[in-house]
């Protein structure tokens, strides 16, 4: 009997993983099976205006299949928006349990709803009769103790969901300590809807424990290990790329064009080139410096000029 091979997600990263990062992303590291988009998160407009849809427009998403997320918790606005995404072809949505940010949590959003349980019932029994996609959900552990999920767990099994997935953090951790293996092991018993494994998966070795760790899980969902190591998800399932450092430069010089023709201005461009290299540093040896020589860079001229120069050194 031949093993399934294991199905690999890209996590949302917000101001990194957007339609063209996922679609670049995809042509030059295969890997990933699939995305979760970055949150989208309109509160009361009944008429979305186009840029709130716009990183899911279907022309921009033709790499990599997407699952759009929601952070409401307004039954009505996530019912609105749903239908807007089922227009443009969305089968499935992601209700998003997770966000840590004190901006979100404090307004009983993302993880923020962990610790109120009614409140999310009340929500999925207005919402999954009329809703006219499939839902999943991405949370974390709780917010500030490990027994708010677990005890959700049971009570989520009435509901029809898609999977549910898991990243093994408190919100109140935001990314610090380690993940939580054992407690992600116990929200295992707990449900019996697919669950997808979340955090921290940011080698092979370490995906290799954490499959032997959980043989019950098939899908997999990677964030910053595929930002600082973009070959990863590729290497987990066992392709093979030539020309590595080649293939890195190719994959960033046609992400900065990009961005190059969108955004507004040198500060916009070298902030967001910023935001992926404060983990795509890891790729290159430690004693270049990387992240310290890119972030002094406030000018396109000298931006060019140092990335030039780090690529040349590893080749
Ligand atoms: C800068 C940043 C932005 C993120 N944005 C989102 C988001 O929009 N939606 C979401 O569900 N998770 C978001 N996350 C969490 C990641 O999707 C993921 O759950 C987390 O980073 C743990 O996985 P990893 O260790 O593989 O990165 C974000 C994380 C970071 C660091």
Redesign the pocket.
Known sequence: MTEKPPLLIL???????DCHFRSLFQHHFPGFDSA????INPQRHSNFQPKHLKDLLPEENQELPVVP?L?HTDPDDFLHLSGRLRELGYTQV?W?L??PAHMVTKKKR?SGLLPHPDEIFAFLDQVMPRLPVKLSI?T?LGLENKEELLHLLPRLDNYPLEEI?I?G?LGKQM?RGE?DRETFGLCLEQSHHPIVY?????SVQIFRELQTQFPGINKW???????ADPFLPGEIKGLNTPNRVEQLQHFHDELYHCYQELLDGPAHLLGRMK?LWIYLSASFPPQHKTWKKIKKCHTEAQYQKVTETLFAAID
Do not use: S
Not at 12 to 17: A, D, E, N, W
Not at 36 to 39: E, G, H, R, T
Not at 198 to 202: A, S
Not at 221 to 227: N, T
């Open positions: 996590a949302p990263i917000r101001g990194i993983t979760l988009a970055p949150f997320q952070l992601n998003n997770g966000c993302g991405k974390r997935i990243h953090r990314y993940t979340n955090g921290d998966i940011n969902m990677l964030g910053r290990g595929a930002l935001q």
